[in-house]
């Protein structure tokens, strides 16, 4: 047991502990990303209601959100604790730059991940805990408004879509003479209100540039700190880390405020 914790107390441990939880905030940005996908729907918000609700109330997704965020705080906590020991052993700069090239995002690892924890705690605060108020005030008058939607399961085509005047709702759905209905928590509206502010969306995009050049290089990096890379696959590892995790996701959520912003 003290081998164990000895070894997770060391350099090699705190990285191991890093990359491990880097990969898996690496998987959450896929699920995150494919959910948030239905806010491209032209239904008023009714699939991006939907999906709200299953990921904040489905209870093996809710063990996973938990463990979700104290990957982010580890990750982060350990990223502090690694920059300071570094400094510490090094505390002034070479005579020389070294000649083994050394990538932007590399050398400015911590100031992208400060701007990414930045934006995570306001993401949160404007997203998920205004979601999630009401669990906490018990209030009756809801910070975020429900919504009714009405489909017709024959052709799958929405009827109507009315907010409801305040009171006490739950998430339900139900069917009568052919006609769903589903009455949800319309996070949309917000999504929407938040992302016709022009500062909110330029704040949104700038962290998802970092969100860019901090997976650059932590995707690679962690493969390589865990040891599962070898010749033959690097250059698959290395096309993925870029192109879709780099490039892809990053651009995937950028487009999100900017289509609201311009055209929502």
């Given at each position: 047991?003290?081998?164990?914790?000895?070894?997770?107390?060391?350099?090699?441990?705190?990285?191991?502990?890093?990359?491990?939880?880097?990969?898996f905030?690496?998987?959450?940005?896929?699920v995150?990303?494919s959910?948030?996908?239905?806010?491209?729907?032209?239904?008023?918000?009714?699939?991006?209601?939907?999906?709200?609700?299953?990921?904040?109330?489905?209870?093996?997704?809710?063990?996973?959100?938990?463990?979700?965020?104290?990957?982010?705080?580890?990750?982060?906590?350990?990223?502090?604790?690694?920059?300071?020991?570094?400094?510490?052993?090094?505390?002034?700069?070479?005579?020389?730059?070294?000649?083994?090239?050394?990538?932007?995002?590399?050398?400015?690892?911590?100031?992208?991940?400060?701007?990414?924890?930045?934006?995570?705690?306001?993401?949160?605060?404007?997203f998920w805990?205004?979601?999630?108020?009401?669990?906490?005030?018990?209030?009756?008058?809801?910070?975020?408004?429900?919504?009714?939607?009405?489909?017709?399961?024959?052709?799958?085509?929405?009827?109507?879509?009315?907010?409801?005047?305040?009171?006490?709702?739950?998430?339900?759905?139900?069917?009568?003479?052919?006609?769903?209905?589903?009455?949800a928590?319309?996070?949309?509206?917000?999504?929407?209100?938040?992302?016709?502010?022009?500062?909110?969306?330029?704040?949104?995009?700038?962290?998802?540039?970092?969100?860019?050049?901090?997976?650059?290089?932590?995707?690679?990096?962690?493969?390589?700190?865990?040891?599962?890379?070898?010749?033959?696959?690097?250059?698959?590892?290395?096309?993925?880390?870029?192109?879709?995790?780099?490039?892809?996701?990053?651009?995937?959520?950028?487009?999100?405020?900017?289509?609201?912003?311009?055209?929502?």
């Open positions: 047991m003290s081998e164990f914790k000895q070894t997770f107390n060391s350099s090699l441990g705190k990285k191991l502990i890093m990359a491990l939880t880097g990969l905030l690496c998987t959450f940005l896929i995150h990303l959910g948030n996908l239905a806010l491209f729907k032209h239904d008023n918000g009714q699939a991006f209601n939907a999906y709200a609700n299953f990921m904040t109330h489905f209870p093996p997704i809710r063990v996973v959100s938990y463990l979700l965020y104290l990957s982010i705080l580890v990750h982060t906590i350990y990223a502090i604790i690694l920059t300071v020991n570094n400094r510490k052993a090094r505390p002034i700069g070479y005579a020389s730059a070294p000649k083994s090239p050394v990538s932007w995002s590399s050398k400015n690892m911590g100031l992208l991940g400060s701007i990414l924890f930045l934006f995570i705690v306001i993401h949160m605060k404007d805990f205004k979601y999630h108020q009401d669990d906490f005030a018990g209030k009756s008058t809801h910070v975020i408004p429900f919504k009714e939607y009405k489909t017709d399961l024959v052709t799958g085509k929405q009827i109507s879509a009315r907010d409801l005047p305040p009171g006490d709702y739950q998430y339900a759905v139900f069917t009568e003479g052919g006609i769903e209905t589903m009455v928590k319309d996070l949309n509206q917000t999504v929407e209100v938040a992302f016709k502010q022009w500062w909110y969306v330029a704040f949104y995009v700038i962290a998802l540039g970092a969100l860019s050049f901090h997976l650059l290089h932590g995707f690679q990096s962690a493969f390589h700190t865990l040891g599962w890379i070898h010749r033959k696959y690097k250059p698959l590892i290395y096309f993925i880390g870029t192109w879709f995790f780099a490039v892809i996701i990053p651009l995937g959520f950028a487009a999100m405020p900017v289509y609201y912003f311009f055209f929502g």
